[in-house]
């Protein structure tokens, strides 16, 4: 059975079966249950309808003749030859110290000139390096990444695909020694990165030498004193510097063949970060990323041949990666940010105009309440007023017909200058990944700009996105269903209270198998076979509950980490260990965080003599820890008191190095507050954390409400 959407024909034009993508709606928004396949503690398998109807067999592909991402992108140059493919606003060009309005472009064909020449001269500068002895393999190598978004990443990322070459991502946010442990696992031996990373990369060096590294490659052009500086340090150290536009000449003089891959061979290796000690590397293979590329563009309606998308989320991230990849093999542009911050997310996308959106929770939160202070919340009570009626009717019309719709002339120059405001004007829809939102922002997004927006699910070890709600649904709350290229089945978590036979839907860890789930992580077989269950599952350690339409509701975590609202994993342990061993003021505590919140709240305990001594000495009250302890809670739960605690436990917390997400921002304190007789602590005192939950729910609530204090301190 073909594992091909489109089955070979001798008459194929690849060309109109991309544009015949995505299927209807009928075809491809429905999810059933797998006949026979549900077991005792598990929930029956779910697939996409379109799969069950059509052999019962998971996609891997759109077509034979495009089994890897370098299939993809070869496609589609010879499709869209002059279309635009990479673009980015130039400094000093039309506007003298500054950036233009615009973007400027390099059309797929002269991308694609440019990344032979990139993989070329890649080859010949390792085989040609000074410091190469035979430890040395420059024939199959890792090239490592480390810069934000730019075009050079993308250029990089391209050449390593048509040359069979592995790729890795340097990037801060996995902590201190990750970019080390990551170059010393890989044994990569040349590192290709912006200006600014070039001498994190010396010092490193200078550590803890690295055998296996050879060259670091600057993305940007050197001043002449830089490029002495560092040619100077990096020459010690056994290192060649070359600039990128160097490289790239070089290989125009010395053309080597394009090696193309096999759907085996491994794209890229991304690191996450675990629970615990160095961050996993997850095998991202050709097959697996194709799979991915098939399931987004077999469900998703984007424009095929025009239009343009904006690289805005960490090219590090394979959520990032996944949309590009499907974005380049259709011939849709790729706009890269002078940077990628929310604070100048609005000029880059009225310069840009992007057909979608695709970011963060946290981000559409800033530009909703930026958006809500000219419209609902607007000083102009005229303008207030209006604004609130056609939102308001919009979502009515929305959640009851699912009709997006302009109901009269008004209403409709409303939407259209709001857009513009935004530089959503082109925009077909918005969608959100990485963590939870809030079905209330969703909804204001629709009703206010008369907009489609999505809700994704994935995760690294699923090439990014694994399902995504329909943009134009009525109703919000979902990550969608299945797509062609995955499974899914829940296990049940007594534990927590979830099961599959629960009312309302089954409920339990999300389990997921497929084409698009990936074989292993990168020489950690330890690590690799925790992840998997008999039956080939990948478990999430995500509780998920399903619909009677299939569609997937993400719920809880089942293990002891999770996402705040910008998407960054937390370990609570973790932080609670590095608190409690970096400070006397605090002896118990319970670190909390929430999907839809940007920062930690804690429950703590204390010894009543230390705060005694703290309050007397910062606010000269002088309280008895025999007698008065009640007195001593509630001085400490007041909010000058809590906000300077705070102050010395960040403080004192400084020399473990946590990262600004993993600071706790608001307290509550009690003298005891985990206990086993109130069962949030084990008998071997470990804590349980469902239930810690529970137990304190009014006063995690009632911090959440306060809001940050560290904030709050510092405005």
């Known amino acids: 059975m073909s594992r091909s959407i489109f089955k070979p024909s001798p008459n194929d034009n690849i060309k109109d079966l991309f544009k015949s993508l995505p299927f209807t709606p009928e075809q491809i928004l429905r999810a059933s249950p797998v006949a026979g396949t549900e077991t005792e503690g598990h929930s029956a398998i779910i697939r996409n309808n379109f799969v069950i109807e059509n052999g019962n067999n998971l996609f891997l592909h759109i077509h034979p003749s495009l089994l890897t991402l370098h299939d993809l992108f070869a496609n589609a140059v010879s499709m869209y030859p002059n279309n635009d493919c990479m673009g980015k606003r130039l400094y000093s060009n039309t506007i003298a110290g500054d950036y233009d309005p615009f973007y400027s472009w390099e059309s797929f064909a002269a991308v694609d000139l440019r990344k032979r020449n990139l993989g070329s001269g890649i080859f010949h500068i390792l085989k040609n390096n000074q410091f190469r002895t035979e430890i040395h393999n420059v024939e199959d190598f890792v090239v490592s990444l480390y810069s934000g978004n730019r075009t050079e990443w993308l250029l990089t990322d391209l050449a390593c695909q048509s040359y069979s070459l592995v790729n890795t991502a340097l990037y801060d946010t996995l902590g201190a020694g990750t970019s080390h442990f990551i170059l010393e696992l890989t044994k990569s031996p040349i590192v290709i990165c912006s200006k600014e990373k070039i001498q994190i990369l010396i010092d490193i060096q200078i550590e803890k030498r690295l055998p296996h590294f050879l060259t670091i490659v600057s993305m940007d052009l050197l001043t002449e004193r830089e490029r002495s500086t560092y040619e100077r340090q990096a020459y010690e150290l056994g290192l060649e510097l070359f600039e990128i536009s160097e490289v790239e000449a070089l290989g125009a003089r010395n053309p080597v063949r394009e090696r193309p891959p096999t759907p085996d061979n491994i794209y890229t290796i991304s690191f996450t970060s675990g629970t615990t000690g160095n961050p996993k590397g997850v095998e991202v293979h050709h097959e697996m990323a194709v799979s991915g590329v098939t399931m987004y563009l077999a469900q998703v309606d984007v424009p095929k041949g025009e239009g343009h998308e904006m690289c805005f989320l960490p090219m590090a991230h394979i959520y990032e990666r996944g949309l590009v990849a499907s974005f380049l093999s259709i011939g849709t542009g790729l706009g890269f940010p002078v940077v990628s911050s929310p604070l100048t997310l ?370």
């Open 346 to 715: 609005v000029e880059e996308l009225k310069a840009l105009k992007p057909t979608t959106l695709a970011s963060v929770p946290r981000v559409y939160s800033k530009m909703e309440s930026e958006l809500k202070e000219v419209t609902v919340n607007s000083q102009n009570d005229v303008f207030r007023r209006m604004a609130k009626e056609i939102i308001g009717r919009r979502f009515e019309s929305i959640s009851t017909k699912g009709v997006f719709e302009n109901d009269c002339l008004y209403s409709e120059i409303f939407t259209t200058e709001l857009k513009k405001l935004l530089g959503l004007e082109k925009t077909k829809f918005l969608c959100s990944g990485s963590a939870p939102i809030s079905n209330d922002t969703v909804n204001f997004f629709k009703s206010a700009l008369n907009i489609g927006f999505a809700e994704a699910y994935g995760l690294t070890e699923s090439f990014g996105i694994m399902c995504m709600s329909d943009p134009f649904a009525s109703d919000s709350g979902s990550c969608g269903l299945p797509g062609v290229s995955g499974e899914m089945r829940l296990r049940d978590v007594p534990q927590m209270g979830y099961t599959s036979k629960d009312k309302g839907g089954p409920r339990g860890e999300l389990l997921l198998r497929g084409p698009q789930i990936f074989r292993r992580y990168y020489k950690n077989k330890e690590a690799t076979d925790e992840c998997f269950d008999k039956d080939g599952f990948f478990c999430t350690g995500d509780v998920a509950r399903f619909d009677e339409q299939g569609r997937v509701y993400i719920i809880d975590r089942v293990k002891n980490f999770f996402k705040l609202a910008q998407g960054e994993y937390v370990t609570p342990e973790k932080i609670e260990n590095k608190y409690l061993s970096s400070t006397t003021l605090v002896n118990q505590l319970y670190v909390h965080g929430d999907s839809l919140e940007t920062y930690l709240v804690a429950v703590a305990g204390f010894d009543p003599h230390v705060m005694a001594r703290f309050l007397h000495r910062n606010f000269d009250i002088v309280l008895n820890p025999e007698t008065h302890l009640k007195e001593i809670e509630r001085k400490l739960n007041e909010l000058p008191v809590k906000s300077k605690i705070l102050d010395v436990l960040n403080e004192e917390v400084k020399p473990a190095g946590l990262a600004g997400f993993e600071k706790i921002h608001n307290i509550f304190f009690e003298v005891e507050p985990l206990t086993v007789a109130r069962e949030v602590y084990t008998p071997t005192f470990k804590l349980k954390r469902p239930t810690c939950r529970t137990f304190f729910r009014e006063q995690l609530k009632g911090m959440y409400r306060e809001g940050s204090l560290i904030k709050r301190s510092k405005l």
